[in-house]
C-alpha cells in the first residue's frame, strides 16, 4: 500500500475556498509527498519537469502541462534534473466551484472536477491546452499574489474561475452525464452519502428520496460517478475510518461503528480490501513513523 498523509484544511483555506502557491523545487528533489485532500487541486508546470504520480499512475510532465487532482486522489510530486523547476498550485474547494458555475451546469461540471475514478484524465499536455483561458488564468493569478492590491484577492478569484473554465472546455467529453437532470441527481446523492455515511445508507432508500426508480438510479450512479454506489459509500466510509484511525485513539470497534459499520469483521476485510493493511496494522505503521521522525 502507497503510504500517504490526509492533509486538512486550514483556517485561511476554509475562509477563503482557495489558495495560490508558487512552487519551486530543487533538481530531482521531492516537491510533495504523498497526500490526499477534499480540495480539487490544479497544478501548471512553469519551469523544469517533473515526474507526478496520481492514484498509481505516474506521467512526465514538463512545461506548460496541466495536472487535475481530484478529491481524496493520491497525489505526489518529484522535480526532474533541470537546474530549476517550478509549478503553480491552485487549491480551491467544491463550495467555491459551485459558485463559480451557472445551476445548469453545476452538477455535471463538479461531478467530472471532484470526483476521481480509473479511467478520469489528470494529465493535459501544453499543446492540448494550448489557446486556451487556462495560461492567461495562471498569468492573473500569479499577478494577484504578488500585488499588495486592496483588490487583489477578488481579481485572484476571477483568475481561479478562468482556469475552472478553460479546464471545462478542455475536458475531452469526460463530463458526458447525458442528462443534466440526472447529473444533478447524482450530485445531491453524493452529498447526501458524505454527510450521512455513518448512518444506515442504503440505495433502495436514497433513490426513493431523490423521486426515481432503483435500478435507473443505479446505472446513472456508476456511470457519472465511476462506482458503484456500494462501491462508494464503502470508499467513503473507509477513508473516515482513516482518519480516526490516524488521528485519535478510539478502538477499531468504535471506529467501524462511527463510520457506519454494523459489523467489526466486515470493517476490516473491507478496510483491507480499500488500504491494503489491516485497521491496526495501519495505525501501527503510523505509530512507527512518527517515532522515526520524532513527532
Known amino acids: 500500500m502507497e503510504k500517504y498523509r490526509i492533509e486538512k484544511e486550514n483556517e485561511r483555506f476554509k475562509r477563503r475556498d482557495m489558495e495560490f502557491i508558487v512552487f519551486p523545487v530543487k533538481s530531482n528533489c ?11 487541486e490544479i497544478l501548471y508546470i512553469t519551469e523544469g ?33 533541470s537546474e530549476k523547476n517550478s509549478y503553480l498550485v491552485l487549491k480551491i474547494s ?3 466551484i459551485i459558485k463559480f458555475l451557472p445551476n445548469n451546469r453545476s452538477a455535471d461540471s463538479l461531478l467530472w472536477l471532484s470526483v476521481n475514478h480509473d479511467a478520469a484524465k489528470f494529465h493535459w499536455r501544453a499543446d492540448e491546452i494550448e489557446g486556451s483561458e487556462i495560461g492567461e488564468g495562471f498569468s492573473k493569478l500569479v499577478k494577484g499574489y504578488s500585488s499588495d492590491d486592496e483588490n487583489a484577492e477578488f481579481a ?12 471545462l472546455r478542455h475536458n475531452d467529453g469526460q463530463s458526458d452525464t447525458r442528462n443534466t437532470a440526472v447529473a444533478e441527481l447524482v450530485y445531491k ?15 433502495e432508500a436514497l433513490s426513493e428520496r431523490l ?14 460517478a465511476g462506482k458503484s454506489f456500494r462501491e462508494y459509500l464503502n470508499n467513503t466510509r473507509i477513508n473516515h475510518g482513516e482518519e480516526l484511525l490516524l488521528n485519535t485513539n478510539k478502538s477499531v470497534t468504535e471506529i467501524a461503528s462511527l463510520c457506519g459499520f454494523a459489523n467489526l469483521s466486515y470493517f476490516i476485510a473491507r478496510y483491507r480490501e480499500y488500504k491494503g493493511v489491516s485497521p491496526l496494522a495501519a495505525r501501527k505503521g503510523t505509530a512507527e513513523t512518527r517515532f522515526i521522525l520524532g513527532r
Do not use: Q, W
Open 211 to 224: 423521486g426515481i426508480s432503483y435500478s435507473y438510479f443505479s446505472r446513472s450512479f456508476k456511470r457519472i
Open 94 to 96: 467544491p463550495r467555491l
Open 30 to 40: 521531492v516537491g510533495t509527498h504523498s497526500h490526499i485532500h477534499e480540495a480539487i
Open 49 to 81: 519537469s517533473f515526474e507526478i504520480s496520481c492514484d498509481n499512475k505516474t506521467v512526465r510532465a514538463e512545461v506548460g502541462d496541466l495536472l487535475l487532482f481530484r478529491s481524496n486522489s493520491i497525489h505526489r510530486t518529484v522535480a526532474g534534473d
Open 189 to 203: 446523492a453524493i452529498v447526501y452519502i458524505n454527510e450521512n455515511y455513518a448512518e444506515d445508507v442504503s440505495a
Open 156 to 167: 485572484m478569484r476571477i483568475a481561479a474561475a478562468t482556469v475552472i473554465l478553460g479546464l
